[in-house]
């Protein structure tokens, strides 16, 4: 249990450092994030903290708790920031399919389902900054991504009990991020080879 518990303050305490450098670039101007994936994203993590932790994930679920309400405080500052706020009808569609894992779960009884539903619409969110990334790669921090990569992996480690359910949402958005570094390098190299 001593591991687990250190597994986890490690997660949360890399959930913090991985914001860090986020928070730091949207307030020094250089990231705009869009708005509407991190009010998504910080919908579906608060409640995948839930399903988690009544899945039984004990300590391995903190570092989610912790980062959903890191997600909702970046989206009130890149409000407030003017980050990105185009907000196209596929965006809303997402928010609607967040806010609907919570009648799922009513419905169902299993936290499974609206697990799965939150990890879905999490990583659908990912589009809208990815569509803004294409057209302006450097508006995203690549720092956080690899923080929160790592982050992810040690909060699967640290969870107590181990199912589909506490474990989907760290490892889908494991993935996730995978692919989106690389899309953030291509874009950065393209937009360098257009501009240089």
Do not use: C
């Amino acid at each position: 249990m001593i591991l687990k518990n250190s597994l986890s303050l490690l997660a949360t305490g890399l959930t913090l450092v991985g914001f860090f450098p986020y928070i730091r670039s949207i307030l020094k101007g250089d990231t705009r994030p869009h708005v509407f994936s991190w009010v998504i994203w910080g919908i579906t993590t608060l409640l995948a903290f839930a399903g988690q932790w009544a899945g039984h994930g004990g300590v391995g679920t903190w570092s989610t708790a912790v980062s959903g309400g890191i997600t909702v405080g970046i989206a009130i500052l890149a409000y407030y920031r003017k980050g990105d706020i185009s907000i196209h009808r596929i965006d809303w569609i997402f928010l609607i399919a967040a806010v609907a894992a919570i009648p799922v779960w009513i419905v169902t009884s299993d936290p499974f389902w609206a697990v799965l539903l939150l990890t879905t619409v999490d990583v659908l969110g990912f589009f809208p900054t990815i569509r803004k990334s294409m057209v302006d790669p450097y508006s995203e921090n690549l720092t956080t991504y690899w923080i929160l990569l790592f982050r992810n992996l040690v909060s699967i480690v640290a969870l107590e009990h181990y199912s589909a359910t506490t474990v989907m949402f760290p490892a889908a958005m494991s993935v996730t991020i995978v692919i989106m570094i690389p899309l953030l390098l291509y874009y950065r190299y393209r937009f360098q080879d257009t501009t240089g």
